[in-house]
């Protein structure tokens, strides 16, 4: 399913509105990052988090494919001002990726609990039947945008909502309990190598940027 969304995509003209490759890494590696988190909060349905991950931002490829004009005038807004990337869409659209992703996933007829992750994925806290899915998507797209940013990938902070805590295990040491599961990630990345080969065509130039 993953694949066939992300093939769908891929191919499509986003009018230089957004980076296919960059994003399609992202949203790979925050399926990963997802399922891993997965196993160590014991969310037993993996496949699920999986997809919830790779499908978090749908909604932003979809807006840059449909709605070109009004995508560029949410990227001026964010660079100009500087704010969030989300507080943008709202200000622009009145509404954000993750609205738009949970309407585009819901006329799919995708499973109830991953739309819902998908729409809240900011926001877990807002999720009223998928919190723990919400949580994972968003704990997973934070660990994802700070590794970017650690190997100098990106530079907008991302910012962890501490109500995903009300559904996962509190930790004593968040710092460390987070620099833990990104050398995780990264070993995990290691091994989802030729699923990265794959969904970019399997071919070398492609793979590297995986």
Not at 14 to 27: A, E, N, Y
Not at 67 to 91: P, T
Not at 101 to 128: C, D, F, Q, R, S
Request: glycine residues 6%; charged residues 25%.
């Amino acid at each position: 399913l993953s694949s066939s969304v992300i093939k769908l995509f891929k191919s499509n003209e986003t009018k230089g509105l957004l980076d296919p490759v960059q994003f399609w890494d992202h949203s790979l590696k925050c399926g990963v990052a997802c399922k891993m988190l997965a196993s160590n909060y014991k969310y037993f349905v993996a496949g699920e988090a999986f997809t919830a991950g790779i499908l978090h931002d749908i909604g932003r490829v979809a807006l840059a494919h449909y709605a070109g004009s009004s995508y560029g005038l949410v990227l001026e807004h964010h660079q100009k001002k500087g704010c969030r990337f989300i507080d943008s869409e709202m200000e622009i659209l009145g509404f954000t990726h993750a609205d738009f992703g949970g309407y585009l996933l819901k006329k799919w007829n995708l499973p109830p609990l991953i739309t819902e992750a998908v729409m809240h994925h900011h926001h877990p806290g807002l999720a009223e039947n998928a919190r723990d899915l919400a949580a994972l998507v968003h704990f997973a797209d934070h660990l994802c945008h700070l590794d970017a940013s650690k190997k100098g990938l990106e530079s907008e902070k991302s910012v962890l909502d501490e109500q995903i805590w009300d559904v996962l295990e509190r930790t004593e040491d968040e710092e460390k309990t987070i620099a833990s599961l990104l050398i995780a990630l990264n070993q995990d990345l290691e091994k989802s190598e030729s699923f990265f080969k794959i969904l970019h065509g399997d071919d070398e130039t492609s793979a590297s940027h995986a």
